[in-house]
């Protein structure tokens, strides 16, 4: 099970995690164990500090905290000190710049106004001199933080592997002020001034609340809950007498266990992703799984998971894809080499039969269009043959025209439009009566063409 021993603050426990990971070379935030330590609340008031700058920080105090007795010196070895603040470059150069960054930043401490009206202030040097050569890395901290990180006080859970994933400054600031709240589950109410001063500077636009809320508070509490363990909102209150947002407060509420330990690394949030949202785990589910990671280990589960896709690909799954999954994950469900072969063959099968009715559906289109062009090119062909039989009628002697309207009239397509029509066929069919009826007009034109060819052909 995890337990609280499984979140864990040894520097035995660090150091065979470094050493499995760094055999594997994965990052601290793939670590299968949580790594950090318990953090004082009155350490949060850093300002002017990037996030590569505060990780140094953090695997710093981390080290401190881990030693059995405090120590002038601190000495680690290179490869480790980067892997705690998840530093992966090879570029000394910038690692330099990070140092000095740090070794720039301080740490405010203010209390609330005495008598006279004075408010104490003190600020110290977050690191002092830091130096790495031979793979070793060395650093000291400034005595009267020894005894802050080592000593009594309010504190709560820093997780290493959690800080991390923060890519944005703010993000990290925001959540490392937030975190002593996590348990009451509401802060008290910010000034807006103050929530700007968690940053140190920033730009003129972020005195404006909507640009500070566009450029630097959504996206912060969008990373915040994403990556860590807190889900986080905020509410505004306007200043007194006016509209104008003078206030803010956050509700926080801890992620469940589930979320805690599968939310933390790349891999796992790719699996978590797959859980809770492609086959809708619920949280009692997630906590099954988080709560024997050990036996539920990440093959086991990308096995689970490729059973239930390959089930619902095959349409067995009628009720619940979470519950097949728990199944499977449970009873170490696995795709067998048959049935992978038995899937292939009918996929083969299948695409087989799709080419043959592509190919069907292709010959019935060409033989549909061939035929529409004939059709087309026989409608053009009688258009054609009834204006040039008309046109030989127009070009007639007056005798010639008078022949060809009697002979029409005698033959059985004549009769039978003269029928249809409800024309006598004894009357007589005068030109006016042809031009009166289009359909006697066609039929009457497409016999004169016949008629005159014949006669030309003799």
Not at 240 to 266: C, P
């Amino acid at each position: 099970m995890v337990t609280a021993g499984h979140v864990a603050t040894s520097k035995q426990l660090a150091l065979a995690l470094f050493e499995d990971a760094n055999a594997q070379d994965l990052p601290l935030n793939a670590s299968p164990s949580d790594i950090g330590f318990a953090r004082k609340n009155v350490l949060i008031r850093i300002i002017d500090l990037g996030v590569a700058a505060r990780r140094l920080i953090d695997a710093a105090y981390f080290i401190v905290a881990q030693e059995e007795q405090p120590r002038d010196l601190y000495d680690v070895e290179l490869d480790y000190f980067k892997w705690l603040m998840r530093y992966s470059s090879r570029n000394n150069a910038h690692l330099e710049q990070v140092i000095t960054e740090a070794q720039r930043a301080l740490i405010q401490a203010t209390t609330t106004p005495d008598a006279d009206g004075d408010k104490p202030f003190g600020s110290v040097q977050l690191i002092g001199r830091i130096s790495y050569q031979g793979g070793r890395f060395q650093f000291r901290v400034p005595p009267d933080l020894i005894g802050i990180i080592r000593g009594p006080g309010k504190s709560h859970w820093l997780s290493l592997r959690i800080t991390s994933l923060f890519t944005l400054s703010y993000a990290r600031v925001m959540y490392d002020h937030l975190l002593p709240y996590a348990d009451d589950g509401i802060t008290d109410w910010f000034d807006l001034a103050e929530l700007r001063s968690w940053q140190g500077t920033m730009g003129a636009k972020a005195q404006e609340f909507k640009y500070f809320k566009r450029d630097w508070l959504a996206p912060a509490v969008e990373q915040i809950n994403e990556v860590s363990d807190l889900k986080i909102s905020f509410e505004t209150r306007n200043e007194s007498g006016s509209r104008k947002i003078g206030r803010l407060r956050f509700r926080l509420e801890r992620k469940d266990l589930a979320e805690r330990v599968l939310h933390t690394h790349e891999q796992a949030q790719a699996l978590y992703r797959t859980l809770k949202q492609e086959f809708g785990l619920s949280s009692a589910q997630l906590n099954q799984i988080a709560a024997d990671r050990d036996q539920y280990s990440d093959e086991r589960l990308e096995q689970a998971i490729e059973r239930t896709r390959f089930s619902l690909k095959l349409g067995n799954i009628s009720k619940s894809p979470a519950g097949f999954f728990m199944k499977a994950l449970k009873e170490q469900w696995i795709v067998s080499d048959a049935e992978r072969q038995m899937v292939q063959i009918q996929e083969k099968l299948a695409q087989t039969e799709r080419r043959e009715l592509e190919q069907n559906q292709q010959v019935q289109t060409r033989i549909a269009l061939r035929v529409a062009a004939q059709d087309v090119h026989a409608q053009d062909r009688m258009v054609e043959e009834l204006r040039r039989g008309w046109e030989a009628y127009e070009a007639a002697t007056g005798k010639q025209r008078d022949d060809w309207r009697r002979t029409y009239k005698g033959t059985p397509a004549g009769k039978l439009t003269l029928r249809r029509l409800g024309i006598d066929p004894g009357a007589e069919l005068s030109e006016a009566m042809v031009q009166k009826y289009p359909d006697l007009k066609d039929g009457f034109a497409g016999f004169v063409f016949h008629k005159s060819r014949s006669g030309k052909g003799r």
